[in-house]
């Protein structure tokens, strides 16, 4: 009896369990719906972005504009995005996978590497990692970020590299691919333009007034802030998808394991009714 009294409280436990992860799925998949609409609605806008700092460099002489200026990297920095809590799957593994392959090789190439960690989970794993230099870290960032969220960070890594205290500046990141898919990357922010990017046909024609170098002068920092916002929104709807499946799948587990105790169950309380009936039986021929 003392096994199906220790089985019926594992069942209660675990349905309990499925309940919590239940709940929270439902919370995810609500946060992954409105994260992904906003990464999807931007994603255009981020690409014309890229495209209108490829366009400018190449109709400019873009070397007299700090923010284009390319340099022997000899200190990179780097925007390292992650969750504040855990129960999300791959996610923050996959992150912090990428950015130990890159630590590992700036120390390599004596590239002396600064970091600004956005999220609890990055900045806890930065503490333990030596040679790292941490300038910054942010917990509990908003899923829409405003420009005022955003502007502490953009103004200090525009300041570093203008200051040249940062020859680079990469931004490591969740790509969100579809709800299923996302995939752990990293961008290269400044200098701008930095990758060339496939120009559509139209921009290719496109005429810049009053003159280009106007155009690149007062739109350079706002497209690289786009580039910026883009990266946190992909990384929002990663997260948010990465645990509506999480959740799941610990919602499945919970409920083959309550079918299996269940079945455990029923079968030591079978055996212990089969047991009672052959000891009444015994004694009832004893009697006899």
């Given at each position: 009896?003392?096994?199906?009294?220790?089985?019926?409280?594992?069942?209660?436990?675990?349905?309990?369990?499925?309940?919590?992860?239940?709940?929270?799925?439902?919370?995810?998949?609500?946060?992954?719906?409105?994260?992904?609409?906003?990464?999807?609605?931007?994603?255009?806008?981020?690409?014309?972005?890229?495209?209108?700092?490829?366009?400018?460099?190449?109709?400019?002489?873009?070397?007299?504009?700090?923010?284009?200026?390319?340099?022997?990297?000899?200190?990179?920095?780097?925007?390292?995005?992650?969750?504040?809590?855990?129960?999300?799957?791959?996610?923050?593994?996959?992150?912090?996978?990428?950015?130990?392959?890159?630590?590992?090789?700036?120390?390599?190439?004596?590239?002396?590497?600064?970091?600004?960690?956005?999220?609890?989970?990055?900045?806890?794993?930065?503490?333990?990692?030596?040679?790292?230099?941490?300038?910054?870290?942010?917990?509990?960032?908003?899923?829409?970020?405003?420009?005022?969220?955003?502007?502490?960070?953009?103004?200090?890594?525009?300041?570093?590299?203008?200051?040249?205290?940062?020859?680079?500046?990469?931004?490591?990141?969740?790509?969100?691919?579809?709800?299923?898919?996302?995939?752990?990357?990293?961008?290269?922010?400044?200098?701008?333009?930095?990758?060339?990017?496939?120009?559509?046909?139209?921009?290719?024609?496109?005429?810049?007034?009053?003159?280009?170098?106007?155009?690149?002068?007062?739109?350079?920092?706002?497209?690289?802030?786009?580039?910026?916002?883009?990266?946190?929104?992909?990384?929002?709807?990663?997260?948010?998808?990465?645990?509506?499946?999480?959740?799941?799948?610990?919602?499945?587990?919970?409920?083959?394991?309550?079918?299996?105790?269940?079945?455990?169950?029923?079968?030591?309380?079978?055996?212990?009714?089969?047991?009672?009936?052959?000891?009444?039986?015994?004694?009832?021929?004893?009697i006899k």
């Amino acid at each position: 009896m003392a096994n199906t009294i220790t089985l019926k409280r594992r069942i209660g436990s675990v349905k309990n369990t499925r309940q919590i992860t239940k709940a929270m799925e439902l919370v995810a998949a609500s946060k992954m719906r409105r994260a992904q609409e906003s990464a999807l609605r931007t994603r255009d806008y981020y690409d014309l972005a890229s495209q209108i700092l490829t366009r400018l460099r190449q109709l400019t002489d873009v070397n007299k504009h700090p923010l284009y200026a390319r340099r022997t990297v000899k200190t990179r920095l780097i925007v390292f995005i992650t969750s504040d809590r855990g129960l999300a799957g791959a996610y923050n593994s996959n992150l912090l996978r990428l950015l130990t392959v890159e630590l590992t090789k700036d120390r390599d190439q004596g590239v002396q590497t600064q970091v600004v960690a956005v999220g609890r989970q990055g900045s806890k794993f930065l503490a333990r990692f030596k040679g790292v230099e941490v300038i910054a870290a942010y917990h509990n960032f908003p899923d829409h970020p405003t420009p005022n969220d955003m502007a502490p960070i953009l103004s200090t890594v525009m300041a570093k590299f203008l200051a040249k205290e940062a020859d680079a500046v990469d931004v490591i990141f969740t790509h969100y691919q579809s709800s299923l898919t996302q995939v752990a990357s990293m961008q290269r922010l400044l200098p701008a333009a930095f990758t060339e990017v496939e120009l559509t046909q139209d921009l290719d024609q496109a005429v810049f007034e009053p003159s280009p170098e106007e155009v690149l002068n007062s739109v350079t920092k706002r497209l690289i802030e786009a580039q910026m916002n883009q990266a946190f929104l992909e990384s929002f709807a990663s997260e948010h998808s990465m645990r509506m499946l999480a959740m799941k799948s610990a919602t499945d587990n919970a409920t083959d394991l309550i079918d299996d105790l269940t079945l455990e169950f029923n079968t030591a309380r079978q055996a212990a009714i089969t047991q009672e009936l052959a000891e009444i039986t015994g004694g009832a021929e004893a009697i006899k």
